[in-house]
């Protein structure tokens, strides 16, 4: 064995050249990998005794693409094209030999071999859409002379990968392999020497390349629906078009265009850094990676409603039993159909067979005692929102579940600390708080009460990973995170509605600047009556006017907007115009023209100050985190990374100039955090917070 490179070495198999690529984890094309191929190939070419050379990797992946830690970086030669055009060129066969997953640069260090094997658990992908980029090593050249553009546009612009089986179909591979990779490389690669099999350069193959201008015309019109606001699928549509229609070589050079502008956008480093910030997420700095975590074989949930039965169906999905609580056994029926009937829907789309449904339905017990979640590991409290009723609960719980089992509160708001001091176990007590619909949306904010302990805390983070949701730690506090922040944009849109602002230019703008819904459009969604009372309502706010007037949202046809029967799609409604007239006369409101930029900033702003004063009072681990909460939970267009990393694009310094202006014309609502002061007198910005 030759080391060519501390990641690279060279091995002889007898007449077989074996190039084993060591870069842990992912096997990252950074540049000792690079090098080391270049070098490997070239080496091997040198050596008589090699007739043929096998690329694989150790550890669990083949390369997982190019390094994304080397982005934005000044360049190190060699470049990976360059690489990819001496594999191409070589004339020797070259076999990749695939386990794990072959993306991004991986996938097109592949494609730039003149054979594939894989095993049967292979993935392929070209992910780079993801990170706001196109694959740019040849990959929107060579996949579609391989398998044709239309098969090739789909896994260019969602960047979803693809399993060994339907590759081998597609032609993307040649063959799978059984046992041991490395041997049957071998053995595949002396199979193409006594056959003297011809070198299969995809760079010259033209027989797949459909012209048709039709596939990229349909192709762009999905894309309009699924990929708005974001620039990199277009740019990938693009690349594809030229490889059907310009040769290779020119193809290549327009793809390295796209890519570097791509690169340079604000677009991509959002996406690259956002890639990072969702991976940080799970390491919290005082707690240890070798904390002991509890054994979680058992989930109880209290309230079969809404949250709960989405709730429980993320556990029995992960395989884990549920035990569901309802106070009467008519609700507990109830909330079990909502289970059943949405298993149901997605087994009639062909999403699921009858079978699966039948095993996750066979994983919860419901039961009205409260009793029997004497056994269970876990339990979810997911009961309305009432601090008496919680405080009760836990009293309960705290006597029937066992010493050692973690006792968790569903609570959007309420404080853990008041719920944990109702047990005498407060350190095994911590808030984890869903977002609705639970069983779809991603996001869990893990809420670490005063007492929480280390390993109800890791195993927190350890569940939420195995129920596929993204966990972020946040601390105690009114709405923690996520919903505190998203309270500010709440505000500044009634106080924005009743200065002048149309309630349709309120929400295009919001809508254009990428989320999936204007802010008065998810009001009417969300129901216009959560949190208001009929005894209590004055008349003082367009929440309780429109209330006052039944005007509960979409629920009941009418809201800010009206929706015919079994419409979401809102439609003018002149007669909210004169009620949001006559309350902004009676409040002292004298109608103006507020500017598309002055609503971003807005509703924009105050949430960046308001997560400015979370990170002070160390609510969040770090500023990236908050933009995980809000890609996650409130529909932030990961395109724009978050607000903390929006705010560092737009400048810190300009964030609080314009806050301050606010502040002097509509008062302490936009007084500055401390911390955004800070940092602006520092020259600093939010990343620099991001342990
Ligand atoms: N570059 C640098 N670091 C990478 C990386 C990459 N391409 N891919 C993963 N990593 C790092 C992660 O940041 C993480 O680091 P950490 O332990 O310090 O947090 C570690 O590798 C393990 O990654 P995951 O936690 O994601 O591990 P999983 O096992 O869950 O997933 C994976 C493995 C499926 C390979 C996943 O990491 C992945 O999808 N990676 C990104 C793949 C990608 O986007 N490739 C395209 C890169 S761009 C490109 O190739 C351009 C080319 O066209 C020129």
């Not at 894989?118 to 996949?143: C, W, Y």
Request: charged share 25%; glycine share 10%; proline share 6%.
């Amino acid at each position: 064995m030759v080391a060519i490179t501390e990641a690279v070495s060279l091995e002889k198999e007898g007449d077989i050249g074996m190039l084993w690529i060591d870069n842990p984890p992912v096997n990252a094309l950074g540049f000792p990998v690079r090098k080391g191929m270049a070098d490997g190939i070239a080496m091997a070419m040198k050596d008589d005794g090699i007739k043929a050379i096998v690329v694989i990797c150790k550890g669990g992946t083949f390369c997982a693409g190019a390094d994304i830690r080397e982005f934005g970086k000044p360049p190190k030669e060699p470049h990976l094209p360059d690489v990819l055009t001496v594999f191409d060129e070589c004339t020797k066969p070259i076999i990749a030999a695939v386990h794990g997953t072959a993306f991004g640069g991986g996938l097109e260090t592949a494609l730039s071999s003149h054979f594939r094997v894989a095993v049967a658990t292979a993935q392929f992908g070209l992910p780079e859409v993801k990170l706001g980029l196109l694959p740019g090593a040849g990959g929107t050249q060579r996949l579609p002379r391989l398998i044709g553009p239309e098969k090739a546009l789909p896994m260019v612009a969602t960047g979803n990968p693809i399993g060994a089986a339907q590759a081998l179909k597609e032609g993307v591979i040649d063959e799978i392999v059984e046992g041991d990779l490395a041997q049957g490389a071998v053995a595949f690669a002396r199979k193409v020497l006594a056959e003297k099999r011809p070198l299969r350069q995809v760079s010259r193959m033209t027989d797949k390349l459909d012209k048709n201008p039709q596939i990229f015309a349909d192709y762009r019109k999905q894309l309009a629906k699924t990929a708005r606001g974001f620039e990199a699928p277009e740019a990938c549509v693009k690349a594809v078009e030229a490889a059907a229609n310009k040769p290779f070589a020119e193809g290549l050079k327009y793809e390295r265009e796209l890519f570097s502008q791509l690169m340079m956008g604000s677009q991509s480093a959002a996406q690259r850094y956002y890639f990072f910030a969702e991976r940080q997420v799970a390491k919290i700095p005082d707690i240890p990676k070798d904390t002991p975590l509890i054994d979680i074989k058992k989930v109880g949930i209290i309230g079969a409603g809404t949250m709960g039965g989405g709730i429980t169906m993320n556990f029995v999905n992960a395989g884990i039993p549920v035990t569901l609580v309802e106070a009467k056994q008519e609700f507990l029926d109830r909330g079990i159909g909502v289970i059943k009937k949405n298993y149901d829907i997605t087994a009639s789309k062909g999403k699921m067979t009858q079978e699966a449904v039948a095993k996750r339905m066979g994983l919860i017990k419901g039961t009205t005692k409260m009793e029997d979640l004497a056994d269970v590991d876990l339990v979810i409290e997911a009961v309305y929102e009432n601090m008496d009723l919680k405080k009760e609960i836990f009293g309960k719980l705290d006597a029937i579940c066992k010493p050692g089992a973690i006792l968790a509160t569903n609570t959007s708001y309420l404080n853990v600390d008041q719920i944990a001091a109702m047990t005498q176990r407060p350190e095994f007590v911590l808030g984890l708080h869903f977002f609705s619909p639970a069983n779809v949306m991603r996001l869990l904010e893990v809420v670490r009460g005063a007492k929480t302990a280390l390993p109800v805390l890791a195993t927190a983070m350890a569940i939420a990973k195995k129920i596929k949701k993204i966990a972020v730690m946040v601390g105690v506090c009114f709405g923690f995170a996520g919903n505190r922040m998203f309270a500010q944009r709440k505000r500044e849109v009634d106080k924005l509605v009743l200065e002048g602002a149309p309630i349709t230019q309120l929400d295009k703008v919001i809508y254009d600047f990428g989320f999936p819904m204007g802010p008065v459009a998810l009001l009417d969604l969300i129901g216009i009556d959560l949190g208001w009372s009929k005894e209590t309502s004055k008349g003082e706010t367009m929440q309780q006017i429109l209330c006052e007037a039944g005007r509960f949202g979409i629920k009941n046809n009418k809201g800010y907007y009206n929706y015919a029967e079994g419409s979401r799609a809102p439609k003018p409604a002149p007669e909210v115009d004169e009620m949001i007239k006559a309350l902004a006369k009676k409040k002292g409101y004298t109608p103006r023209a507020i500017s598309d930029e002055e609503i971003i900033q807005r509703c924009i702003y105050p949430i960046i100050n308001e997560g400015a004063k979370i990170l002070e009072e160390k609510i969040a681990v770090r500023p990236s985190d908050l933009d995980v909460i809000w890609v996650n939970g409130y529909g932030w267009p990961v395109y724009r990374g978050g607000p903390m990393f929006y705010a560092d694009l737009v400048g810190l310094d300009k964030v609080l100039a314009v806050m301050k202006q606010f502040q002097a014309k509509h008062g302490d609502d936009f007084k500055p955090a401390p911390l955004l002061e800070k940092l602006v007198k520092e020259g600093k910005n939010f990343a620099s917070l991001n342990v």
